[in-house]
Structure formats: structure tokens, C-alpha cells
């Protein structure tokens, strides 16, 4: 079966030091992978996606960068962190277009 | 314009008090519409897929039905364990390839 691992599960940074966060999928090639960020009101809002290793897309210029460097893992990363990058991350998964993503179970950041 | 809205943003039930969430979308050609529960500092669990209006399907005291311009989702005689944020999604047709474009959800709270 498949699954999907994204940590850590809590950070506290300041502000201007430097973010990564993983997210490996395991039982299944070639995913769909995503990147979101999930803030009090605002719902969901679409940061990284790609369809294959080093293919990264994104929908939203901002402080944030992403990479794929293999299959099924998946780098969400900053050189700076700013306060407006505090919330709550998650990872996502799927098998391509019309299908339902699997969640991983998040990281809640709270830059100070 | 959103895509994918959902109403009430809130709703507080007494356990047994039956309601139903709405989830509305102006997207055409309707390829699949997903409703996910997501519990306080976790990620979204998936709960059903509906493809075609008419379509219902079920899970414990959630059922799901969807017609050509919204979804509901109806949870019949609640429990305090029913308690989430439910989310609904829609494939994103004009952009990247594979993603869900969500809902901002209904947080549903259920008193015993």
C-alpha cells in the first residue's frame, strides 16, 4: 500500500534562517507531487507541484523554492524565512489528473 | 472568482441533530469531485469521489451526493467523533496538471 511521510512535524524558526521540509511517498513510481499551505480562513493554497524528478512548477511567486532530487521525495525549502511563511504545510500525492490526493500529515511552522 | 465554495463555514450540532454541508463549484465538464475530513493539526483524510451527478455514496453516518452544480454532504444522527473540518475539491482544469483546487470548509462541531 502506499504512503506518504512529510516532517518535521512541528518547527519553530526565526526569522531569516533557512527551511527544509521532506516528503517521501513510498509504494507506488512516478507520483504527482504537491506542495500546500494551509492558513486560519484562507484555506488551501497550491505552492509546488511536479509531475517527475526536477520538474517543479509554482503557483505562487513568494520566499519559498521547492525540488524533486528523486522519484518519491519531495524538498520544500527557503534560504530566509519571513514572518508571513508561518503555517501550516502539507504534502500531497496522486496518481495524475481526476485523481484524489493522499495527504501527508503536515508541519505546522511558526516563524518567530 | 472561487471555483469551489462551501457553506456554512461553520455549524454546531447536538449529537443526533442530522444536517447536511453544501459544497457548490462553477467549473464545467465536472471530472470528479472529492470530500476529504481533516482533524485539527493533521492532514486532510479522503472520504469519497462522485463523478457524475446523481451519484451517492456512503460511509458510516456520511453520505455524499452531488448534482450538476454542488455537493452535499449529509451526516445523519452525528457523534462528537464527527467532529472536523470537511473539505470538498474539484480537479483544476485551467492550470497544473493534476491539482485539486479546495474549499475553504465547514467546521463542524457536534456537542454531546
Known amino acids: 500500500s502506499q504512503t506518504i511521510h512529510q516532517w518535521p512535524a512541528t518547527l519553530v524558526q526565526p526569522v531569516g534562517s533557512p527551511l527544509s521540509l521532506e516528503c517521501t511517498v513510498e509504494?507506488?513510481?512516478?507520483?504527482?507531487l504537491y506542495w500546500y499551505r494551509q492558513a486560519a480562513g484562507r484555506g488551501l493554497q497550491l505552492l509546488f507541484y511536479?509531475?517527475?524528478?526536477?520538474?517543479i512548477s509554482s503557483e505562487v511567486p513568494q520566499n519559498l523554492s521547492a525540488s524533486r532530487p528523486q522519484d518519491r521525495q519531495f524538498i520544500l525549502s527557503s534560504k530566509k524565512l519571513l514572518l508571513s511563511d508561518s503555517g501550516f504545510y502539507l504534502c500531497?500525492?496522486?496518481?495524475?489528473?481526476?485523481?484524489?490526493?493522499?495527504f501527508g500529515s503536515g508541519t505546522r511552522l511558526t516563524v518567530v | 472568482e472561487d471555483q469551489v465554495t462551501q457553506s456554512p463555514e461553520a455549524l454546531r450540532l447536538q449529537e443526533g441533530e442530522s444536517s447536511s454541508l453544501n459544497c457548490s463549484y462553477t467549473?464545467?465538464?465536472?471530472?470528479?469531485l472529492f470530500w476529504y475530513r481533516q482533524d485539527p493539526g493533521k492532514g486532510p483524510e479522503f472520504l469519497f469521489t462522485?463523478?457524475?451527478a446523481g451519484e451517492e455514496k456512503e460511509k458510516e453516518r456520511l453520505k455524499a451526493t452531488l448534482t450538476k452544480k454542488e455537493s452535499f454532504l449529509h451526516i445523519t444522527a452525528p457523534k462528537p467523533e464527527d467532529s472536523a473540518t470537511y473539505l470538498c475539491?474539484?480537479?483544476?482544469?485551467?492550470?497544473?496538471?493534476?491539482?485539486?483546487?479546495f474549499g475553504k470548509g465547514t467546521k463542524l462541531s457536534v456537542k454531546p
Open positions: 500531497a500525492w496522486n496518481r495524475g489528473p481526476n485523481y484524489g490526493y493522499t
Open positions: 509504494g507506488t513510481s512516478n507520483p504527482n
Open positions: 511536479s509531475v517527475g524528478i526536477g520538474q
Open positions: 467549473v464545467s465538464g465536472l471530472r470528479g
Open positions: 462522485l463523478y457524475s
Open positions: 475539491a474539484v480537479p483544476n482544469y485551467g492550470g497544473s496538471q493534476g491539482n485539486l483546487i
